[in-house]
């Protein structure tokens, strides 16, 4: 009786902590959420206010910002930079695990030593470069940045996902006489799928959140949401209503994306941990 009251307390003791932990991090979230439905002298209150009545006002006041053309340009730039790094990924990726090409190991070690370049070495060129090309404050030369920030790592995670696919399918769709194209889509595809959609979303979230490129190479025409959000960091201080309101309309797509994915990305994830 004393060992089964142990694992019991053991248990609750557990649970209660593993609760406080994940109230601490989802705290800032559900303060930001409060914050955005406040006025704002309700959100520079001291102690804060916790009850208060919500208003829409800073959602609209945010739209009327001009906020619509940088999600626009944070969902087209994500969308097609996420598409073009899974259309060349794939194919990289297997040919990296299910049909080694000679020095794989040379290829996945260049392909690794492209995220050691520290960003703020390359903006420079990068800068001269989109000048002379009519390239900067242009939608694609985010699309093309972030297809190489994104297509490195995607084949690293593409390939241990490729790697788990049983050789024994892969036999006998070629024993059936299927081609490569219709080997990768009717067999090697639906076994990966939860794999690629956990890469997507990764690419989709580095995307949506990168700031560096997009403060540095864009500014009325391409901006993106991170870029609208430094907006309200101004001589005067902080609107820290609007910037909360601001900060979760820019959080809801990938919010809302991950958790539609959700099953796939836990699937994903957790590929090759149980044999």
Known sequence: MTTHAQRRAGGISLSVVTWVIAILFVFPLIWMVLTSFKQEADAYTDPPRLFFSPTLS?????????????????????????????????????????????????????FLSTKMLPIVAAIIPLYVISQRTQLLDNVLVLIILYTAMNLPLAIWMLRSFFLEVPTEMIEAGRVDGAKLPLLLYRVILPVVAPGIAATAL???????????????????????????????????GLYWAQLSAAALLASLPVM????????????????????
């Open 58 to 110: 800073q959602f609209a006041n945010i739209i009327e910002r001009g906020f619509l053309p940088y999600l626009a340009n944070s969902a087209f730039v994500t969308i097609v930079s996420t598409l073009i790094v899974l259309l060349v990924g794939v194919p990289a990726a297997y040919a990296l695990s299910l049909a080694p090409v000679p020095k794989t190991s040379n290829v996945l070690g260049f």
């Open 202 to 236: 990764i690419c989709v979230i580095f995307s949506w959140t990168e700031f560096f490129y997009a403060v540095n190479l864009t500014a009325a025409r391409a901006g993106t949401v991170p870029v609208f959000l430094v907006g309200f960091i101004t001589s005067e």
């Open 256 to 275: 809302i994306v991950g958790w539609i994915a959700q099953n796939h990305l836990v699937r994903g994830l957790s590929m090759g941990a149980v044999k």
